[in-house]
């Protein structure tokens, strides 16, 4: 079993006497429904659980009246073998988006606040199924994604005492022993090429077969391809996987990561596409990093909706767009040009996104700066550049002198730690984890 993070934030909800239901949100095959199942297990005397995609007939529960009391009796008479027990019972609704009227339901079990309810499922940002009475204020969200590199690092046998001794030089800003650096830039590389989609990850643990891996990844690329189409509707179709499938051209073969549409059809505008992409955001199949125009606090209040760049929501998708040739050139490290710097980008993006800050870059083309990513945390900004060399950081370094509400900044690259006189901290990209 893979360990998560998201099991001790399930159990901190839990433990909160006041709770809300529970929404666990993600994009598929993020390993929401297995991650549920072992809590409740650990966690609870029993489960109900109810896949709305399984069983499409149990939304007959929900039909009726949507009183608590109403709904218990329907699930004794559906699941009779259960005790359905207040306090001890998890009611587990999967693939919730399937059913309107369950989503509805949420705000009433939450008052009743007898019995724990989690629910999860896909798209659920969507408007194809968008109920009438979303239950504002009678849920709790937790965002899931496919594993990060820590949880990779576990799933590969590497113990939490390893990984605080290497945060350690983090934390004191030294030299990483190159011994350890190496085997960690190892590492780094191989979550680069197999990703965080669970099903990946664990057939890389226990076969480490790349090939093998490789068909997973294209499975799973087919099943979102899928989800476009059966989903999306109509007069989105073939723009949003048009636009999807776009993204290993526009962040791994030019220097300019921007999402232009002239990469989709030749003549593309956004007038014609920007709503599919929209719909991509909606569905967690991609996230946005968007332009700001200054780098001030609240970035949101200079960001730019028209101009940014377009992310897979795991670098699985995006690596399992190219052939296998790529995953070859990623771990024996041989990439180079613009595939090395935009993989080394989307690397980052993903780690950062996972982490779920909100993504913006700047770029001035009269002062020709250009950093790759800005994040807020606790009001301050970070300003981030990501080197596929050592090279010189030098929009960072003139943001450092210029901007005196800035007073750190990273630079992420293939090589070890440093400190410069300016307050710029390089850091192997590995390292992107401790951010």
């Not at 005397?45 to 007959?60: G, L, Q, R, W, Y």
């Not at 699930?75 to 019972?89: A, T, V």
């Not at 191989?190 to 076969?207: F, H, K, L, N, R």
């Not at 476009?228 to 989105?236: G, K, L, N, T």
Request: with cysteine; net charge negative.
């Amino acid at each position: 079993m893979l360990k998560r993070k998201i099991t001790e934030r399930l159990k901190e909800w839990k433990n909160n006497k006041d709770k809300n239901c529970l929404v666990v949100r993600g994009a598929r095959q993020t390993g929401k429904t297995y991650i549920i199942e072992r809590f409740a297990e650990d966690e609870y005397e029993e489960v109900i659980e109810i896949n709305f995609k399984e069983m499409p007939s149990a939304s007959d529960i929900f039909a009726g009246d949507l009183d608590v009391q109403s709904m218990i009796t329907a699930l004794r008479f559906r699941f009779p073998e259960k005790k359905l027990d207040p306090h001890k019972s998890l009611i587990f609704l999967d693939e919730i988006q399937e059913c309107e009227n369950a989503i509805t339901s949420l705000k009433f079990w939450a008052i009743d606040n007898r019995y724990d309810v989690i629910c999860s499922g896909s798209l659920l940002g969507i408007d194809y199924k968008r109920p009438s009475s979303y239950p504002v204020g009678y849920v709790d969200h937790i965002d899931m994604y496919g594993l990060d590199f820590e949880e990779f690092l576990w799933g590969c046998g590497i113990s939490a005492d390893l990984i605080d001794a290497v945060h350690s030089y983090f934390d004191d800003n030294k030299v990483i022993p190159d011994a350890i650096h190496t085997q960690m830039m190892n590492y780094f590389r191989q979550y680069m090429a197999i990703g965080g989609m669970p099903e990946a990850v664990e057939t890389y643990v226990y076969t480490r077969d790349y090939r093998e891996v490789d068909r997973i990844q294209r499975n799973l690329l087919t099943g979102y391809q899928y989800d476009i189409a059966h989903y999306a509707h109509a007069e989105e179709k073939i723009k949003a996987e048009k636009c999807y499938l776009s993204l290993s051209k526009q962040l791994l073969d030019k220097e300019n990561h921007k999402f232009q549409y002239k990469e989709i059809e030749h003549g593309a505008r956004a007038q014609k596409y920007y709503s599919s992409i929209e719909w991509l955001l909606r569905a967690d199949i991609i996230t946005l990093c968007r332009l700001v125009s200054d780098i001030r606090y609240d970035l949101d209040d200079y960001s730019r909706d028209d101009f940014f760049r377009a992310y897979t929501t795991d670098i699985s998708l995006l690596v399992s767009m190219k052939d296998f040739s790529l995953k070859q050139h990623i771990v024996e490290n041989t990439l180079a040009g613009n595939s090395k710097g935009g993989l080394y980008e989307c690397a980052i993006a993903d780690a950062l996104y996972k982490k779920g800050y909100k993504l913006y870059f700047y770029k001035n083309d009269h002062t020709k700066k250009e950093v790759e990513f800005l994040i807020q945390k606790d009001g301050q900004i970070i300003p981030i550049e990501v080197k596929s060399g050592n090279n010189r950081a030098s929009s960072l370094n003139s943001i450092m002198k210029n901007e005196t509400e800035i007073n750190l900044a990273y630079k992420f690259l293939d090589g070890n730690l440093g400190v410069s006189d300016n307050g710029v901290i390089s850091l192997p990209l590995y390292m992107v984890m401790f951010v």
